[in-house]
């Protein structure tokens, strides 16, 4: 058997490594080894663990959905804490989840001031965001992790999903912000964003959440 460090290990932007057969205690081991600080994230499922390297189409996409998420909780005067890419795992269930961007919304009083989380006696985030570019998202583990609502962006489009019954449902809606065209809204902002960059397409999209309310 030949054993190889995490630092011989090189994957390119846009790639993934997947390791297999991968115990709780080993996934424990590599991201100590990875640290905090770093641009790779990671899914582990049944013993199956996923580092990938993010793309700048990626980043830039889930930038933008995060800023648009601050947004329509701004405009609509909701409160929340904003967890980011945290890392989620519990070994009883043998998974661990690092989201693109993920909100406390309905329990963001529970999260205020808190630096790491510990799914033992903290709830899973209300809202995930995940952007697809060079993988697929592990909805398995958001199940596991039971995050109310997810939201996927692939193939440019964006899917919105809802916690019913102990499975995802896909839905036209969101739960969190009832009666916004939230999908429109953030197609509109996303195609914007493409022709006249970032700050110009945030502003208009905060506008036309006004011109709604």
């Not at 013993?47 to 889930?62: C, D, G, S």
């Not at 945290?86 to 919304?105: A, L, V």
């Given at each position: 058997?030949?054993?190889?460090?995490?630092?011989?290990?090189?994957?390119?932007?846009?790639?993934?490594?997947?390791?297999?057969?991968?115990?709780?205690?080993?996934?424990?081991?590599?991201?100590?080894?990875?640290?905090?600080?770093?641009?790779?994230?990671?899914?582990?499922?049944?013993?199956?663990?996923?580092?990938?390297?993010?793309?700048?189409?990626?980043?830039?996409?889930?930038?933008?959905?995060?800023?648009?998420?601050?947004?329509?909780?701004?405009?609509?005067?909701?409160?929340?804490?904003?967890?980011?890419?945290?890392?989620?795992?519990?070994?009883?269930?043998?998974?661990?989840?690092?989201?693109?961007?993920?909100?406390?919304?309905?329990?963001?009083?529970?999260?205020?001031?808190?630096?790491?989380?510990?799914l033992?006696?903290?709830?899973?985030?209300?809202?995930?965001?995940?952007?697809?570019?060079?993988?697929k998202?592990?909805?398995?583990?958001?199940?596991?992790?039971?995050?109310?609502?997810l939201w996927?962006?692939a193939?440019?489009?964006?899917?919105?999903?809802?916690?019913?019954?102990?499975?995802?449902?896909?839905?036209?809606?969101?739960?969190?912000?009832?009666?916004?065209?939230?999908?429109?809204?953030?197609?509109?902002?996303?195609?914007?964003?493409?022709?006249i960059?970032r700050?110009?397409?945030?502003?208009?999209?905060?506008?036309?959440?006004?011109?709604?309310?």
């Amino acid at each position: 058997m030949v054993t190889l460090q995490l630092r011989q290990l090189d994957v390119p932007p846009g790639q993934r490594l997947v390791v297999r057969d991968l115990l709780w205690a080993e996934l424990e081991s590599i991201l100590a080894e990875l640290g905090d600080h770093r641009a790779a994230r990671i899914a582990y499922n049944d013993e199956v663990l996923e580092i990938r390297m993010p793309l700048p189409k990626h980043e830039r996409t889930k930038s933008i959905l995060g800023d648009a998420v601050k947004i329509l909780l701004e405009e609509l005067e909701i409160d929340c804490e904003c967890f980011g890419s945290t890392t989620f795992k519990r070994q009883e269930m043998s998974y661990g989840i690092e989201p693109d961007e993920c909100f406390y919304i309905q329990n963001h009083q529970l999260m205020v001031g808190k630096d790491r989380v510990d799914l033992s006696i903290d709830p899973p985030p209300d809202l995930a965001i995940e952007v697809d570019v060079t993988s697929k998202t592990q909805i398995s583990a958001y199940l596991k992790l039971k995050v109310a609502e997810l939201w996927v962006y692939a193939d440019d489009d964006l899917k919105i999903y809802t916690l019913q019954a102990g499975a995802y449902q896909s839905s036209t809606v969101s739960n969190i912000f009832r009666g916004l065209p939230v999908l429109t809204l953030i197609q509109n902002l996303l195609e914007r964003s493409a022709t006249i960059g970032r700050s110009q397409s945030l502003r208009d999209f905060r506008q036309d959440i006004r011109a709604l309310l």
